[in-house]
């Protein structure tokens, strides 16, 4: 217990620090909430931390809290929403939220991970993580047999999750042709047995970026859509999903990507983006991307 708390602390520092300069207030909160859920004997803990924090950071005047694109981030209203209602579920932003004309394609936060009861109900066989550290599965499910795939990434508009695109969206397209087997007998007719069959989830640490930047990048592989239009199908199902910038121009270039007629082709625009990439601070990203809305 003793070294679990001090790899907790450092980590709410570390995420803390982080926070300060990249003006992401949740990820604070939810590093907090982390800490007192963990220390603490009330399991509610954790929950009541978070919504506390949450609420507290609406009042911080960071006004690079701001969109990167034209869809809004969630106002203090919706954030309040949760303490009065005991989550944001009726507002289309719940804990485990479906995906919209995808099948049963499920999205979310770490925090939804870890409540089980949701897990099971919505029948999540398999799982693909997007986070920067494990987010110890067979601790918490040692009952289910849940296929995991995990992508080591943080959510920093540096960081090249475009290298991970194809191995996450065929995994996905996998796993969601699996649930649909599963789901259907040999006559084409649904199983009488419930269930569903299955479902995948997909999850970062807020069920915001990272996570919302590989369900997009799965749409428009799937359907060929282009980024802004399978971030709107994305949106409807929950609003909070909002890739970092960095991620948004890695979007553009897989949209390139899943144009090419070959393998050749492909490789090739994803060599010349890795070659002439910026990199740079938060608010040098903040910069470029007000220059290139204006």
Known sequence: MYYELCYLTLHVISRTWRAINDYDLEKW??????????????PEAGPRHFATFWVHSTTMSFHHLSTYNN???????????????????????GWVDQVPRSGKLFIGGLYALYQTDLIRAAGIT?????????????????DLQLEHLHIRADDHPNENL???FEESVKYVDGAL?????????????????????????????MGKSRSATLVVAYLMWKYKLDAPTALAQLVEGRP???PNPGFQEQLKVWEKMCQSETEDEK???????????????????DQRSLKANL
């Open 162 to 164: 475009l290298q991970h």
């Open 267 to 285: 490789k090739k625009i994803y060599e010349e983006w890795e070659r002439t990439r910026f990199t740079g601070e938060y608010w040098e990203w």
């Open 240 to 242: 909070v999903c909002c």
């Open 29 to 42: 909160a939810f590093a907090v909430a982390l800490f007192c859920g963990a220390t603490s004997n009330d």
């Open 71 to 93: 869809f809004s981030q969630p106002t203090s209203s919706l954030r309040m929403s949760y303490l009065i209602h005991g989550s944001t579920s009726h507002t289309g932003m």
């Open 177 to 205: 042709k699996e649930v649909d087997q599963e789901r259907w007998n040999g006559e084409g007719q649904e199983k009488e047995s419930g269930g569903g069959g299955g479902g995948v989830f997909v999850h970062c640490a």
């Open 126 to 142: 398999h799982v693909l993580s997007v986070i920067d550290y494990d987010p110890a599965l067979k601790e918490r499910f040692p």
